[in-house]
């Protein structure tokens, strides 16, 4: 079997991560509609609300930088490692040109941006990936940036705070990709000898080797509401298993009724509990 008849078969049994429809903006950016109740706003005023819907409280996409701006204190941010690229390890066929094209779209060198900053005076290091690049899947820059951003913290003595949002591993790089489940797994874990605070945040999604490694480390593991947080896809499972999964199954509520989150925060308060709980642990 040729290896561009895998890729078909894999694309046509594979369950994409990011189900649920995304927000449409209209006349140029100036109006944006909510995928979750079809209620027109204006994209300004949406923005002031955190990009969460007024109406119905669906929590649409956030760039890194209007999450950055959010959670940590105005011009406290300095960024790490930000001229980090990928490169082509496996020379997959237009793989440079996707990320070329995802760079010019973002504005950003990869899927994560990191840096440290102040939350309510207090120090931290921050991670926050994107979904808006190769959909935040994790490939060897990734990996190495967010072990960086853990190392950092121990450095300084500081919380970490990480806001995942991702497909799962790159394909792209193959088990390069996997190899950063390992990595920042065990940078983690000394974190956690250390006796530092590692806080994880999942948001739609956070999926596949994510959500199986470093997502799920945290001290305290917290998620936006209705986020899809799982490793297989919802087909896959339900193919494996003969089985038809609850209609709810592998969103934020369902996994904090089943004990695998802490809590589910709204966007509106997640900057005030971040800020008690590294107050609290600093």
């Known amino acids: 079997m040729m290896i561009k008849d895998l890729f078909s078969k894999r694309r046509k049994y594979a369950s994409m991560p990011a189900e649920r429809e995304q927000p449409k903006t209209m006349n140029e950016g100036v109006m944006t509609k909510c995928p979750k109740c079809k209620t027109i706003v204006y994209t300004k005023e949406l923005m002031k609300h955190a990009n969460v819907c007024m109406h119905c409280g669906h929590h649409m996409p956030m760039t890194p930088s209007e999450r950055i701006d959010l959670i940590l204190d105005t011009d406290s941010f300095r960024e790490l490692h930000p001229h980090m690229v990928s490169a082509d390890p496996l020379e997959f066929p237009e793989y440079k040109e996707k990320l070329e094209k995802d760079q010019k779209k973002t504005g950003h060198k990869e899927a994560v941006v990191t840096g440290e900053g102040t939350i309510g005076g207090t120090p931290v290091v921050l991670g926050v990936m994107d979904p808006a690049f190769r959909m935040g899947s994790m490939g060897s820059v990734v990996g190495e ?101 609850p209609e709810d199954f592998q969103t934020s509520e369902f996994l904090l009724k089943h004990g695998q989150l802490d809590k589910v925060l709204h966007r509106q308060d997640m900057k005030n509990v971040l800020s008690a709980i590294v107050q609290m642990h600093t």
Do not use: C, W
Not at 173 to 200: C, H, N, P, R, Y
Not at 207 to 229: K, M, Q, W
């Open 145 to 245: 940036k967010i072990t960086r951003a853990i190392e950092r913290a121990l450095d300084l003595h500081a919380p970490f705070i990480l806001f995942s949002a991702s497909g799962g591993a790159r394909m792209q790089e193959g088990i390069l990709s996997l190899m950063q489940m390992a990595k920042t797994s065990a940078a983690l874990k000394k974190m956690d000898e250390a006796g530092l605070l590692f806080v994880s945040v999942m948001t739609h999604p956070t999926t596949g080797g994510v959500s199986a490694s470093f997502a799920s480390l945290g001290d305290y593991n917290f998620a936006e509401p209705e986020a899809l947080i799982g490793f297989a896809g919802r087909r896959i499972i339900e193919q494996t298993i003969r089985q038809e999964l």
